[in-house]
């Protein structure tokens, strides 16, 4: 069965823990799974751990977070030989984005009746403070519908005049790269807000790019096949995955609402192999 490489857990901005989504995989099928949280690592070891017992391929990944100009370009690394070699760069941004947190729920407390212990319970778990944690706990307060409702959009998107975002600075996408490399992973371009633009891609490809996240819920069908194409044309590795985030979404993205075939899974491995023989 082919497999979902997109999913986050709890750790960092999904409302479902580790186990339930390796149970979920299990129910749908799915025997290949790798858990990308933002900027943290933690759930991997436990990941393979839970995997093993419920018969669930589970391939380490993280999704770092990366600006280029004032565009995200975040990366996904795939099963890295040394990942502690990341863990300074994941600290870093998590700090960051920690700071930003605080400083986004500062900002809806002060316009909104939002009790501070709502918003500490949906946060429970997490790394740090997410614009989807404040959108739950806005939601449990009765302020809000649900995700994606005319308030999400009025205080979560950047084309908001009324925004509370708060904007981080994350390192740019060869640094990232780089570091990726040096503990022996593989970097995948994440598709982004606005998609995976090509001028994006060809910006990242002389800085070691290996792939990209063709496979995606909010692709569309001329979208995805576009980026396969150019992927062909250049050598790149493949993925796919559903971005998993629990009740965290706007639309509905169950695991493996995307998914990346055997085939492209056993290049991801084998371009992971050669990458530590070199």
Not at 46 to 51: D, E, M, Y
Not at 255 to 276: F, K, N, P, W, Y
Request: some cysteine; glycine content about 8%.
């Amino acid at each position: 069965m082919p497999g979902d490489l997109h999913c986050h857990t709890r750790l960092s901005d999904s409302s479902v823990g580790l186990e339930e989504i390796i149970e979920m995989a299990q129910q749908r099928g799915i025997d290949t799974i790798a858990i990308t949280d933002h900027d943290c690592q933690t759930a991997n070891v436990r990941a393979l751990n839970i995997g093993r017992r419920k018969g669930i391929t589970v391939i380490p990944g993280v999704q770092i977070s990366a600006t280029l100009g004032d565009r995200r370009a975040d990366i996904l690394c795939y099963n890295a030989k040394n990942p502690d070699r990341l863990e300074g760069l994941c600290h870093k941004n998590t700090q960051n984005r920690k700071k930003a947190g605080v400083l986004m729920a500062n900002k809806v407390a002060k316009r909104l009746l939002i009790s501070n212990e709502v918003l500490k319970r949906c946060c429970q778990g997490a790394i740090s403070i997410d614009k989807r944690h404040v959108m739950h706990a806005l939601i449990e307060c009765g302020l809000a519908a649900s995700f994606g409702d005319e308030l999400w959009r009025t205080l979560f998107t950047p084309m908001s005049a009324e925004n509370v975002l708060v904007r981080v600075r994350y390192p740019e996408p060869a640094e990232v790269i780089t570091a990726i490399h040096d503990a022996q992973g593989v970097a995948i371009l994440a598709r982004s807000a606005t998609g995976n633009d090509m001028d994006i891609l060809e910006e990242l490809i002389p800085m070691g790019l290996d792939g990209v996240e063709v496979w995606h819920p909010e692709n569309s069908a001329e979208e995805s096949i576009e980026l396969e194409k150019f992927a062909r044309q250049r050598g790149l590795l493949m993925t796919g995955g559903s971005n998993f985030h629990g009740m965290y979404t706007a639309s509905p993205h169950a695991i493996g609402a995307a998914l990346t075939s055997d085939e492209h899974i056993m290049e991801l491995l084998q371009r992971t192999q050669v990458a530590r023989t070199a």
